[in-house]
């Protein structure tokens, strides 16, 4: 079946990096984009980037840009999100999540993220 | 980017009918139809209901329903059933090639 399988729950001080990661299986990897979501205790969703698994473009969420790098390896259908200088507002669940990417010559439509990842938690605590 | 504006909380009783408003911009929701809505049960994954404004996955229950008017979309949910109780969050693509959730809606079935 369709499925993303992530990496265990993470535990980091202030200022590491922490690299998640989400192995796809069930489908073409290569023909959908990955989002990545988080979400802090008790909070909402936020939306962290997206990268395209057909060619590696990517594109972060504004508050993010510069700490967190989106990529992927079609050999073993893995996506990877990495986050520097962590602080203890990154403290949250991550999750993974396919996207229907509609690209033309000059921009790309994210649609759905019709499946998820079951989410790894990051604490960040000194 | 904003977050889109849902209430806070909204509830209803077995078998009625609710539905959950999404609000953005002519930036967001209202400049595409890339608008999707999400079930999330406590320490869950959210759970696609509808996306495209108006389409359910294959395997969603025909008593979730999406529309849009404008700036704003909305979720209907008919024959509201004990099962139903969960957060629900609504995304639309946005004029910066990103996407924005909205800040969630708690359901109670009362």
């Known amino acids: 079946q369709v499925q993303l399988v992530q990496s265990g729950a993470e535990v980091k001080k202030p200022g590491a990096s922490v690299k998640v990661s989400c192995k796809a299986s069930g489908y073409t990897f290569t023909s959908y984009g990955i989002s990545w979501v988080r979400q802090a205790p008790g909070q909402g969703l936020e939306w962290m980037g997206w990268?395209?698994?057909?060619?590696?473009?990517?594109n972060y969420a504004q508050k993010l840009q510069g700490r967190v790098t989106m990529t992927t390896d079609t050999s073993t259908s893995t996506a990877y999100m990495e986050l520097r200088s962590l602080r203890s507002d990154d403290t949250a669940v991550y999750y993974c999540?396919?996207?229907?990417?509609?690209?033309?010559?000059?921009?790309?439509?994210?649609?759905?993220?019709?499946?998820w990842g079951q989410g790894t938690m990051v604490t960040v605590s000194s | 980017q904003s977050a889109l504006t849902q209430p806070a909380s909204v509830s209803g009783s077995p078998g009625q009918s609710i539905t959950i408003s999404c609000t953005g911009t002519s930036s967001d929701v209202g400049g595409y139809n890339y608008v999707s809505w999400y079930q999330q049960h406590p320490g869950k994954a959210p759970k696609l209901m509808i996306y495209?404004?108006?389409n359910r996955p294959s395997g969603v229950s025909n008593r979730f329903s999406g529309s849009k008017s404008g700036n704003t979309a909305s979720l209907t949910i008919s024959g509201l059933q004990a099962e139903d109780e969960a957060d629900y969050y609504c995304?639309?693509?946005?004029?910066?090639?990103?996407?924005?959730f909205g800040g969630g809606t708690k359901l109670t079935v009362l």
């Open positions: 995304s639309s693509y946005t004029s910066s090639s990103s996407v924005v």
């Open positions: 999540a396919r996207v229907d990417d509609y690209c033309s010559s000059t921009s790309c439509y994210l649609s759905a993220f019709d499946i």
């Open positions: 495209e404004v108006s």
């Open positions: 990268i395209s698994a057909y060619n590696g473009n990517t």
